[in-house]
């Protein structure tokens, strides 16, 4: 018999309008939220306007962040908690792929601990405020994941913050991925695809992780069709 333990803390609901059909689920979180978002894709695909409509359905009052950069930067989370700290926000809902959920994890102990940024990098075992993940692409899985990788400028890398945040809810519409750029979409679902691997080679999978592992990847080759154009193909 298999021995192992599993924990999933992050809550999944997916399905077409999932954000809004179960907006009451946001209720517990508070009474102010704010969004966190890059600069123009949430806008394009409708899932910035569906938040807004599930927190306007709810009553809860929400202000927008919408300049998180790709590989985003200690710098951009430190803009957005002090542009931001006096106005109460209690929860965060990250939306796009995974540069605005990993800023928004680092904003969230931020807004928690009240503390300087660089102390994210240093101190341990910090808790923050909620995160609700609306992911808008299918390549990071950072919406199920407590990793926050973050850009440091003046050291010249990107790493992990060293901090455990998993989102609370992670809601899953497939249609804020239908008009993504070709070249995202492949990029990533090969993304999606080496993630897939890591699980099924690590040395600490069991058999629920090569369960799932097993059924993306068959997923994910019933997909390559759909990823080729005539000039560029991917081959597994």
Same mark, same amino acid.
């Given at each position: 018999?298999?021995?192992?333990?599993?924990?999933?803390?992050?809550?999944?609901?997916?399905?077409?309008? #999932?954000?809004?059909? +179960?907006?009451?689920?946001?209720?517990?979180?508070?009474?102010? #939220? @704010?969004?966190?978002?890059? %600069?123009?894709?949430?806008?394009?695909?409708?899932? @910035?306007?569906?938040?807004?409509?599930?927190?306007? =359905?709810?009553?809860?009052?929400?202000?927008?962040?919408?300049?998180?950069? $790709?590989?985003?930067?200690?710098?951009?989370?430190?803009? *957005?908690?002090?542009?931001?700290?006096? !106005?109460?926000?209690? %929860?965060?809902?990250?939306?796009?792929?995974?540069?605005?959920?990993?800023?928004?994890?680092?904003?969230?102990?931020?807004?928690?601990? +009240?503390?300087?940024? !660089?102390?994210?990098?240093?101190?341990?075992?910090?808790?923050?405020?909620?995160?609700?993940?609306?992911?808008?692409?299918?390549?990071?899985?950072?919406?199920?994941?407590?990793?926050?990788?973050?850009?440091?400028?003046?050291?010249?890398? !990107?790493? &992990?913050?060293?901090?455990?945040?998993?989102? $609370?809810?992670?809601?899953?519409? *497939?249609?804020?991925?239908? =008009?993504?750029?070709?070249?995202?979409?492949?990029?990533?679902?090969?993304?999606? %695809?080496?993630?897939?691997?890591?699980?099924?080679?690590?040395? &600490?999978?069991?058999?629920?992780?090569?369960?799932? *592992?097993?059924?993306?990847?068959? @997923?994910?080759?019933?997909?390559?069709? /759909?990823?080729?154009? /005539?000039? #560029?193909?991917?081959?597994?």
């Amino acid at each position: 018999m298999y021995e192992f333990s599993y924990s999933m803390p992050t809550t999944i609901i997916t399905g077409h309008n #999932c954000l809004v059909k +179960n907006s009451k689920k946001l209720r517990k979180y508070g009474q102010r #939220c @704010l969004i966190v978002t890059g %600069f123009s894709s949430s806008k394009l695909n409708g899932s @910035l306007e569906d938040c807004i409509l599930a927190l306007e =359905n709810e009553d809860i009052k929400f202000s927008i962040f919408d300049k998180v950069e $790709e590989n985003p930067s200690l710098e951009t989370v430190e803009t *957005a908690y002090l542009e931001n700290r006096d !106005k109460g926000i209690d %929860f965060i809902m990250a939306v796009g792929g995974g540069s605005a959920i990993d800023a928004a994890k680092a904003m969230a102990i931020l807004f928690r601990n +009240n503390i300087p940024v !660089k102390e994210i990098l240093s101190l341990k075992n910090l808790e923050s405020i909620p995160v609700i993940g609306i992911p808008t692409t299918a390549g990071t899985g950072s919406e199920t994941t407590p990793y926050s990788i973050l850009t440091i400028h003046e050291e010249g890398t !990107k790493k &992990n913050i060293g901090q455990k945040i998993f989102p $609370e809810i992670a809601f899953l519409d *497939a249609r804020y991925t239908l =008009n993504m750029p070709y070249n995202t979409t492949t990029s990533t679902a090969v993304d999606a %695809f080496t993630h897939l691997v890591e699980g099924y080679l690590n040395t &600490n999978a069991n058999i629920l992780s090569d369960t799932l *592992a097993e059924k993306g990847l068959v @997923l994910f080759g019933e997909s390559l069709k /759909s990823l080729q154009v /005539s000039d #560029c193909s991917i081959e597994v």
